[in-house]
């Protein structure tokens, strides 16, 4: 799309009776919603931003539907009017997913929040998209399944569908693309439709729930999600242990899964990061790059699995091995992972904090794991390193002072040096966080304006008046 | 699409010019490919229909193209002139994927297929289309990985990614989107482009490599995949079993995954398969419904697995139960179920050989295989059944003799049956042999006309004249 173009195509928004038609809408949808609409500017703001991003841009209203009748409701209005609308979950995206710089209509669906069914039979379940995966699991304890995908934040299942979220289980249970079986979505003219089905394949057709699945609420809103779920496991056993150096820890992950060890977790905190937890966690663990490890299985398999993970681990010089299979004592272990984010963030409590996300094939983790720690020491910035490495995947979570421009710039110098690293060795620039409203030149950079324009020609052809939560994947 | 429309865009293939463009097209492109292009009638005609599809349209001509450049130039020559381009690989689909209803070019792409990469830190590699899987896992033979996707006929890779196959291995290793990270792919206009990466899990924008596999040549011509590979088991133990009936296999089955029983294959031949299994591999295998399983891990993992097995494959009934771990043993174990497709097809030489294929919820499977079951003897055919069954995928294989109007009806019947008993229960039309032209209505019964609209207009979107394999997953 050319720069004339776009400018065009953004003056749909931007035209003198924009504000007018917005205006239109909320007055058409105010006697059907009531107090469930809110044009105060309190609700807008907790609206405007999700997580961890900085610039906040507010709609014009945000309304609670209640069923998927609802939001087809909200989204024909928006559309006779031209008006954006934006799906809310959890807000806890992280590259701007939520905000409204179009203005427009927010659809906060925390009260479409139920679990229509759980099928124990086949080991699946439909949900609403507002359910959070901690409120989901709390409803699955007494099934004896659970639902792993867990990115850290407790989000929405819904947002995680539209950020294609992962986390710490992908390398035994796939990202969450890997486990939605079908979707009721609403689409750009408020029409209702199902794709995907229950069985456990199907070759019918284009695979449309993993198109919807990571489009970020620009091809249609996810009312509805039959998910796969997965026994728990009879014995999980967990393991930590710190490294001399960062190198020896990332080779470890790259040895273990080269192995083929079937590690089911495998996160690193670097030694900023483990300082960090300390701190917060009142923990006394090495300040030393530390590898969290878990194994999932019967109890013969997990310790046969541990024994043969010890190795690895020792020959790169680890030290202080532990290791649980007992619940309360692995929580313990494991207790400076979970609180990580928080943790980083009580270093500096007045910065902001940006969660910096790459995903590079694991023969070079350990190459951009280092590069990003030299970086991030040459430019003098906070910036502790954690990450699923198993996947390859790892974050920075740059602590920034936000009245400087300068160590803004700092960042950004780091950033997309990773970036380009990441591009150059195959990887990807967003492991789990997608591309929002933060990182549209850097999928042009990973894919090419040929094969942006492809998605945007899906976009266009699904959502003609581009209503569906626009700026974000790509400009307009 | 209105008939009217349907009409009209269909008329785009007949008008009376269609042949003379076909042949300026051909008159173009035979300077270029010489004597790698035929018009030749047997060679066209080995190259109008795949396996077991009953109808044939030939191609007006046939290109064996070298390099991807090479496919772009003809992609190119075929949409400046309006021409149908209908990619060809192994010929192994069942649907009338490669069959050219509108004429037009076919690309053999058997001749673009190297190995151009493995990356053993990675577990990856980079392969061209035109290799099947057989040729791929014999050149990976010495680097300890293979690529388990095995749909049971010797595919080629470019054609398994089109049609979404998966086969026996696919509750272990998931189906081939699972296992394609990157795709080059030749657009409708011959554009060259990239999507996907070589990171494990990726965020970036709308997910175009599950959108191209699975899309049966309509949406461009994959000229290069990136596959994971997977690292050969330490150990893998396989079994068999006979059951005194249909329903006892299958509730083992069910029981089998819904305990979560780590098994990497199980297959199903039912009594009638096993008896042609017995008369064509010259076996003596009680002719009763049989289980195969396999499981892989570690020697001592796999022992545990199997004996947990044990006990829920006898509490159903099995009797004559063999195991092996030694890959001799282990094959003429499993010889019948590697030839069965051959020794149905022995059973009434002169017959077509319809293969149907269904997938349901684990939860359905037994009452809908006893129901295909008992349709087919109530309508008196010849129709062995068997099936992945542990994905709930099952296949009917149709013995009709081909001038009988009556059986084929008779198997119209019952197959209808067994497609509409699937999307009743939740399943799909096709587990893992997709729509081409045998199920274009079907897909419509599956989804409903709005959601095929939804992929009609990504096709109108991507190739706006129409010349990529038309005819397939939808009507013109």
Redesign the interface.
């Known amino acids: 799309m050319s720069v004339s173009q776009r400018a065009q195509s953004s003056s749909k928004y931007d035209t003198p009776d924009a504000k007018a038609r917005v205006a239109k809408a909320i007055e058409q949808l105010r006697p059907v919603f009531a107090e469930r609409l809110s044009v105060g500017v309190s609700v807008r703001e907790q609206h405007g931003r999700g997580e961890a991003f900085a610039q906040s841009y507010l709609p014009d209203a945000v309304i609670w539907p209640l069923s998927t009748a609802e939001v087809s409701q909200v989204v024909k209005v928006c559309n006779e009017w031209r008006v954006p609308v934006i799906a809310f979950g959890a807000g806890t995206s992280l590259e701007g997913h939520v905000s409204a710089p179009y203005g427009g209509i927010c659809l906060d669906l925390a009260r479409i929040n139920r679990v229509l069914e759980v099928?124990?039979?086949?080991?699946?379940c439909v949900v609403q998209p507002g359910i959070t995966r901690e409120e989901l699991n709390a409803q699955l304890r007494d099934t004896g399944f659970y639902f792993p995908i867990d990115p850290g934040a407790n989000a929405s299942i819904g947002g995680m569908i539209a950020?294609?979220?992962?986390g710490t289980n992908?390398i035994r249970y796939?990202?969450i693309?890997?486990n939605v079986m079908a979707l009721e979505v609403v689409?750009a003219n408020g029409?209702i439709?199902?794709?995907g089905?229950?069985?456990?394949?199907?070759?019918?057709?284009?695979?449309?729930v993993?198109?919807f699945?990571?489009?970020e609420g620009t091809?249609g809103i996810v009312t509805e999600a039959t998910l796969r779920l997965?026994?728990r496991p009879e014995a999980v056993g967990s393991s930590i242990c710190s490294f001399p150096d960062l190198r020896g820890a990332v080779d470890t992950v790259?040895e273990l899964i080269?192995?083929?060890a079937?590690v089911s977790r495998l996160e690193l905190l670097d030694e900023l990061q483990v300082r960090a937890c300390n701190a917060y966690s009142k923990l006394s663990l090495p300040e030393q790059p530390t590898l969290f490890m878990e194994f999932m299985?019967?109890e013969?398999?997990v310790t046969?699995q541990f024994e043969r993970a010890v190795d690895i681990v020792k020959s790169h010089g680890a030290a202080g091995l532990e290791w649980a299979f007992d619940e309360q004592r692995r929580a313990a272990l494991w207790k400076a992972r979970h609180a990580a984010y928080f943790a980083a963030r009580a270093l500096r409590p007045a910065a902001d904090c940006i969660v910096a996300d790459v995903?590079?094939?694991?023969?070079h983790l350990a190459d951009c794991v280092a590069k990003a720690r030299a970086q991030i020491d040459a430019e003098g910035l906070v910036a502790p390193i954690l990450g699923h490495v198993g996947?390859?995947?790892f974050h920075v979570l740059f602590l920034i002072d936000p009245n400087s421009d300068d160590e803004r710039a700092r960042m950004d110098r780091v950033y997309d040096s990773m970036i380009e690293t990441?591009h150059r060795?195959?990887?990807?620039?967003?492991?789990?966080?997608?591309?929002g409203m933060g990182?549209r030149d850097?999928?042009i950079a990973?894919?090419?304006s040929?094969?942006?324009d492809?998605?945007r020609?899906?976009k266009?052809?699904?959502d003609p008046n581009g209503i569906l939560n626009p700026g974000k994947?790509?400009d307009l």
Request: proline residues 2%.
């Open positions: 099928r124990a039979d086949d080991g699946d950020t294609r979220a992962s992908t796939g990202t693309a890997q689409l029409e439709v199902r794709c089905n229950r069985a456990r394949k199907s070759s019918a057709g284009y695979d449309l993993r198109l699945t990571g489009s091809l997965h026994g790259m080269q192995t083929g079937p299985g019967t013969a398999a046969e995903c590079v094939p694991i023969s996947d390859g995947n990441a060795l195959g990887g990807t620039c967003t492991g789990e966080h997608g591309i990182k850097k999928l990973e894919f090419g040929s094969v942006v492809l998605m020609r899906v266009e052809a699904w994947v790509f």
